[in-house]
């Protein structure tokens, strides 16, 4: 048994010992329900086939326990097996974090001179493409039948497509400086969308499918949120502190060769652990639950060009869902304000802070290292909590802690005691009280794999791991534009300075009764007409009358003799204008404390009966007797009963597209004649939704073209993006409701059946709570949870 060995100590004190998780195994809760199997009403047999990344071994078992774990695994991963799963994480994220800590600074701040206003301007477009094309792979991975499984075709294809994207996006000597350097970003800020869509949905799917024990979901993400810990620790913190050089952070003309290296290498990484887990991960082929939709597809009509598993009918499953759609808002709300700490850092630390007592160059990656070390702690810290009460409370405990860290950076101020340093100092101590807050992000995730499970129960069976995972990402991704865009536009409409040019840097700490920034204040001032000393585009004094000064950075250039002292001479450069300083420093503290805030008063709505682990128990069971054909009451929402799942009508398919009061609305208006249902209440709702949202696009696309001229700019401080988000809006919006007015005339073209609209929307009750209406079939006995058979 040694390929089912996992970390740990051997002998009988290894499973004392081991750092393999102590939670309950899928035998235990398989044994512990008797005659009533709660874990899908399956043979043991059927389990081990749907959870195959488990490990079954037991002492009285026929197979023998593994080397480390003498009392046998039981049916719970093996910590090796998490790994595998997880390990991707590490490049990937590796390869995320180099990107976001420096690509846009380098695009701006050196030669590819690049337009901040286009750098905005993709990463709304970007944002648009990913969220159109996120549902897709939801749907394509959810559905996909392979004997591969569902989940590894995608992340083979990942492990070469991936790299291959980061690395062309590091290389714009290519193309000229400027507009077309902007280009070049903005097109790969686009493929990495796709990248991270390619990877990350079948991957995240693939971990939520490992368990189906409560606490053992925890640690699966635990591992997996240490090793994405880990991978923005070496990309972020550890290769900006030992690789990247001042060529790359300081200089604005003299390019960067250490970043696509460093890049080559994590792709190899990534590359390496994606193959791994294709070569030994296991998932089955095609799953119970999957088997049984199978054969209620097949009764649909052939001729419905719409199915319940399309990415509409997907979205509004997912929506209403209310233990998710309460997270999902939660996550909306601090959505908002996420993205922008992590987007603004690299500026933070040169512009804000300053560089008198520590190279931006070194700053920025020793903040980060502390950042990340913090999380890693923070983490087994954050699992112990959601253990000793429950995952909900330690999420809620999370996003407050949060909140306070976030807020606590609006201390910060430019540093200019360059002796005793007393901002960089609090810079420290800040960033590791927000990286141990930040550690615990993987208990959202565990949630969601348990909302997962309810809406097996409310469906009948039906798996749906990728869609939550999707949905949980897909309307969050619009709320990112504003931290993803609106930062940079504030930043170039207040006048961001680029850094000065190499050649026009004097050491400024080795004038004798001279203070260091009036020597630099003299010199840039002194700027003659033929020689342009800040800039190609803007003089020294055009820069002074925006609020810009000049200071003596006394932690760069060489070193040299001060005073009788070897230390180092200074560099001559500028401080930005206070205007972009506080565009800084409130996108960084204010921002994502409101919406975070609001994250958590979303939270207080979450269901009381789903906040604990023998809720959770309670709901596998109802579960398991959902499918012997009881009606069951749901342990979630007492009082409301679930029936067992029916054949879908003709028309189910089109009928998904619709809510329930959609439904509601055509049940009230009655039936026609020959029991026909009158669709028009369907059709009117999408098209008023339609012309609604068809308003946004050209709107925006007139901003656009008004905001156009200025992305030529130096800085870009265009309106661009702005007018880019109304036409996605009107684009998102047109394209949701113009598909459910296209199912809706299907249905009125089919002749949908009053009967049809009731089945529909007795379907959706479990998700409402709503009283079933009548049909005119026997109904079932209700049975209550925990009344007998």
């Not at 991963?77 to 800590?101: D, E, N, Q, S, T």
């Not at 409370?393 to 910060?412: D, E, G, P, Q, R």
């Not at 930043?491 to 080795?510: D, E, L």
Request: charged content about 15%.
């Amino acid at each position: 048994q040694a390929s089912s060995t996992a970390l740990g100590v051997g002998s009988r004190v290894g499973s004392a010992l081991s750092v393999e998780s102590r939670t309950k195994s899928i035998e235990d809760l398989y044994n512990e329900s008797g005659d009533d199997k709660v874990i899908r009403d399956m043979t043991y047999t059927q389990i081990q086939e749907a959870f195959p990344m488990a490990c079954y071994c037991s002492p009285e078992g026929p197979v023998k326990p593994c080397r480390c774990r003498p009392l046998g695994h039981s049916g719970r991963v093996p910590l090796h097996r998490k790994l595998i799963w997880a390990w991707p994480c590490f490049g990937f994220y590796a390869l995320m974090f180099l990107k976001i800590g420096y690509m846009r600074k380098f695009y701006v701040d050196d030669y590819p001179k690049a337009s901040l206003g286009i750098i905005a301007f993709s990463s709304v477009l970007s944002v648009l493409v990913d969220a159109f094309t996120d549902p897709k792979m939801a749907t394509w991975t959810d559905n996909l039948k392979s004997k591969y499984g569902r989940r590894r075709p995608f992340i083979l294809v990942s492990a070469l497509f991936v790299p291959l994207v980061f690395l062309l996006a590091w290389l714009p000597l290519f193309v000229s400086s400027g507009f077309a350097a902007s280009i070049w970003y903005g097109f790969f800020h686009v493929m990495f969308k796709l990248a991270n869509t390619l990877f990350m949905i079948p991957l995240e799917a693939f971990g939520a499918q490992l368990t189906p024990v409560y606490k053992e979901r925890t640690n699966v993400f635990m591992w997996k949120d240490i090793i994405t810990n880990v991978g923005i620790l070496v990309g972020m913190a550890l290769a900006g502190m030992v690789f990247v050089t001042e060529q790359c952070t300081s200089t604005p003309d003299g390019g960067c060769w250490e970043l696509p290296l460093i890049t080559l290498v994590f792709g190899g990484f990534f590359t390496h652990a994606c193959l791994q887990l294709c070569w030994w991960g296991k998932e089955p082929a095609t799953s119970l639950s999957d088997s049984q939709h199978e054969q209620q597809q097949q009764q649909q009509p052939k001729h419905s060009a719409f199915s319940a598993q399309d990415t509409i009918p997907a979205l509004i499953a997912t929506f209403l869902n209310k233990p998710f759609r309460i997270l999902l808002l939660s996550n909306i709300a601090k959505a908002l304000g996420q993205e922008i700490p992590i987007n603004v850092l690299p500026f933070i630390t040169a512009w804000v802070l300053g560089e008198k007592c520590f190279g931006s160059g070194m700053l920025f990656p020793c903040l980060v290292l502390l950042n990340m070390v913090a999380g890693l702690i923070g983490v087994p810290c954050w699992t112990a909590l959601a253990s000793k009460t429950s995952k909900y409370h330690a999420y809620v405990a999370f996003n407050c802690s949060l909140a306070v860290t976030s807020m606590s950076f609006i201390l910060l101020r430019y540093d200019d005691d360059y002796l005793h340093c007393p901002y960089s100092t609090m810079a420290f101590v800040l960033c590791a009280s927000f990286g141990f807050a930040y550690g615990g992000t993987f208990i959202l995730n565990s949630l969601v794999s348990d909302v997962v499970d309810y809406d097996e129960f409310l469906t009948g069976g039906r798996r749906r791991e990728a869609s939550y995972m999707m949905a949980l990402g897909f309307l969050p991704k619009f709320m990112n534009i504003p931290g993803e865009c609106v930062p940079f536009l504030l930043m170039a409409y207040f006048r961001y300075a680029r850094p000065v040019p190499t050649a026009y840097r004097p050491p400024c700490m080795n004038i004798p009764g001279e203070a260091p920034d009036a020597v630099c204040s003299s010199y840039f001032l002194d700027e003659t007409s033929s020689e342009r000393r800040c800039s190609e585009s803007i003089s020294c004094q055009e820069l002074f009358d925006t609020g810009v000064r000049f200071v003596c950075n006394s932690a760069l250039g060489d070193v040299g003799d001060v005073d009788g002292k070897s230390t180092k001479l200074g560099e001559c450069g500028l401080k930005q204008n206070s205007g972009v300083q506080w565009v800084l420093i409130l996108c960084f503290t204010v921002v994502p404390c409101f919406f975070i805030m609001c994250g958590i008063i979303g939270l207080y709505f979450y269901p009381k009966n789903a906040r604990s682990e023998s809720m959770h128990e309670k709901l596998v069971q109802a579960t398991s007797r959902l499918r012997r054909g009881e009606v069951v009451e749901d342990p979630w929402r007492p009082g409301s009963f679930v029936h067992p799942s029916e054949p879908p009508t003709e028309n189910a398919g089109a009928l998904s597209y619709f809510t329930p009061s959609e439904l509601k609305a055509v049940v009230d208006a009655g039936p026609l004649a020959g029991g026909l249902a009158k669709v028009s209440p369907l059709l009117k709702r999408a098209l008023l939704w339609s012309s609604l949202f068809v308003a946004f696009v050209p709107a925006g696309g007139v901003v656009v073209v008004l905001g156009f001229e200025d992305l030529s700019d130096d800085l870009g401080a265009s309106v661009s993006p702005l007018g880019l988000m109304g036409v996605g809006l009107g684009i998102c919006g047109l394209w949701f409701n113009g598909v459910r007015a296209t199912a809706a005339m299907d249905l009125k073209r089919n002749g949908l059946q009053y009967k049809e609209v009731v089945a529909k929307f007795n379907e959706m009750c479990p998700f409402t709570g709503a009283t079933r209406l009548p049909t005119g079939d026997q109904q079932p006995a209700l049975v209550k949870l925990g009344s007998g058979q």
